[in-house]
Nanobody, 115 residues
C-alpha cells in the first residue's frame, strides 16, 4: 500500500555530483524513517544514509563527508546529495521507508561513476 519512486540516477565522471530523490505515496503514518541503501554487483546491500521524521540522520562512514541526506515531510520525499563521487560508489541505489514495523522499497536507480 506504500509506493516509493526514485529518480536522479545516471552516469557521472569521478568527482562529479548527483542528487537522488524518492517520493512516497499511499497509506503512510505520521512517523516514518526514510533512507538510501545501495548494492554493487557481487556485494551485499548496505546502508548509505537514513533520516527520521524529526531529522536525525545516520550516514555510513564511507560517504559521511561527501553525501548529505534530507527530507521534505510535506512532500513525503527524501533526497540524497552525492558529491565528489568515486568509481566505488557505482551501485544500484534503493529508497527505503520504515513505518509501523514494516519496510518498503523502491525499484532502485542506477548510479555509475566513471574514472
Amino acid at each position: 500500500q506504500v509506493q516509493l519512486v526514485e529518480s536522479g540516477g545516471g552516469l557521472v565522471q569521478a568527482g562529479g555530483s548527483l542528487r537522488l530523490s524518492c517520493s512516497a505515496s499511499g497509506s503512510i503514518f505520521s512517523r516514518y524513517g526514510m533512507g538510501w541503501y545501495r548494492q554493487a554487483p557481487g556485494k551485499q546491500r548496505e546502508l548509505v544514509a537514513r533520516i527520521t521524521t524529526m531529522g536525525s540522520t545516520d550516514v555510513a562512514d564511507s560517504v559521511k563527508d561527501r553525501f548529505t541526506i534530507s527530507r521534505d515531510n510535506a512532500k513525503k520525499t527524501v533526497n540524497l546529495q552525492m558529491n565528489s563521487l568515486k568509481p566505488e560508489d557505482t551501485a544500484i541505489y534503493y529508497c527505503n521507508l520504515y513505518s509501523e514495523g514494516t519496510n518498503y522499497w523502491g525499484q532502485g536507480t542506477q548510479v555509475t561513476v566513471s574514472s
